[in-house]
């Protein structure tokens, strides 16, 4: 039997401490003498943020999360009521660091620094360092020292509770997605392919990229690099590869009356990206009328293509949903659903809005790191 995350019992920030039978996973226990070997930010429909030792932060689909037994994961809520404020501030801080680099050597330091009161050595990340930051980021500090902590530390935070039956048992399908090769991790194999060739070319004007904000911020500083970086993304399929996911999941994007989508997750999944990708086109529109880099140029671009694809998902969305309606008998359940409906066509309207000429305005965040 295998177990996976149950997410109708999650919330946005939510902490994951997981662990396995391999052997780093009991190298870290051991050393930590804790009980979990990881952890990860849950953000939103299905999406958590880690870092990890495949090299730096990045997003992973809790999906894709399979356990073998109930004690192989817990998930930690913080005790009080986060306001708005700290949410924004946590949420911000643990995509902040997207892309940045792992650093086991920081993660070994936690040992000797942990009870310390010192600065982080290196603005490299590692799985517990990432997720304590971002609530310290908020003014709410999770363990002694947010720099250096792990895994267990959070596990025993004074400003934590466990969330109680967050694991359910796995069905066939789930297994076998977990084992199918994840689009996100393929997404940063062509993000990172660019970006290691940009933390070399940094290295003329002795500069240090960590991650892609670095190199948006050194492009920035030295706007005479911004066409060969520009040729270094072209050589990638980065630009173009959020089309893999019409060819992963055909029914997001094409109507198909003998499939049974989840309308309620999908929208939530649209929503989330929505969001996200309207921030990133204001930014990068904004940065781009003010420089004038192709960077920029081809940032728009992307997440106009993006926008455009979530217009797709969502009107499919509304198809699926309508098909219920007319199948539904119950008047309650209808009008339900008729709601959905209205909160469907407010996205749709408000991605129309932000790609007006202004409308992009709206969505343009200050930058607080």
């Known amino acids: 039997m295998k177990y996976v995350l149950n997410k109708e019992r999650l919330e946005p920030l939510d902490i994951i401490l997981t662990k396995d039978k391999n052997l780093i996973s009991k190298g870290i226990r051991l050393l930590t003498q804790g ?79 942990g009870k310390k009161d010192v600065s982080a050595m290196e603005r490299t990340q590692f799985c517990s360092r990432l997720v304590a930051q971002a609530y310290s980021f908020a003014d709410l500090d999770l363990t002694h020292n947010a720099n250096y902590c792990s895994p267990q530390d959070l596990n025993n935070s004074e400003l934590l509770f466990e969330v ?63 066409g060969e970086v520009c040729s270094y993304i072209l050589n990638t399929n980065y630009l173009n590869f959020y089309d893999n996911d019409e060819k992963i999941n055909p029914a997001r994007y094409n109507f198909d009356p003998m499939v049974n989508l989840d309308i309620v997750s999908e929208f939530e999944l649209c929503v989330s990206n929505t969001q996200r990708f309207l921030i990133n086109f204001a930014r990068g529109k904004s940065i781009f009328l003010e420089t004038a880099l192709k960077y920029y140029e081809l940032q728009v671009k992307l997440f106009e293509n993006l926008l455009d694809q979530c217009v797709k998902h969502l009107n499919v969305i509304i198809q699926y949903t309508m098909a219920s309606i007319d199948k539904e008998s119950d008047l309650q359940k209808k009008a339900h659903m008729y709601i959905y409906k209205l909160q469907m066509d407010k996205l749709a309207k408000a991605i129309k809005n932000a790609r007006d000429e202004e409308g992009y305005l709206a969505y343009i965040q200050p930058d607080l790191i």
């Open 164 to 226: 109680k039956d967050v694991l359910r048992e796995a069905t066939d399908w789930e297994v076998k997605f977990s084992a199918t090769s994840s689009p996100i991790k393929e997404n940063a194999k062509q993000l990172y392919e660019w970006l290691d060739k940009v933390a070399e070319l940094a290295k003329k004007e002795k500069t240090d990229i960590l991650s892609q904000s670095d190199a948006e911020k050194f492009i920035i500083n030295y706007p005479k690099y911004d």
């Open 35 to 113: 009980d979990y070997s990881h952890a990860l930010i849950y953000m939103s429909s299905f999406s958590a943020i880690e870092a990890t030792r495949d090299g730096r932060v990045f997003s992973e689909n809790i999906q894709r999360l399979i356990f073998d037994t109930l004690d192989t994961c817990k998930v930690l809520r913080y005790k009080g009521q986060l306001t708005k404020e700290q949410r924004g501030r946590i949420d911000y801080y643990a995509r902040s660091q997207v892309t940045t680099l792992y650093s086991v050597k920081e993660a070994i330091r936690v040992k000797a620094l």
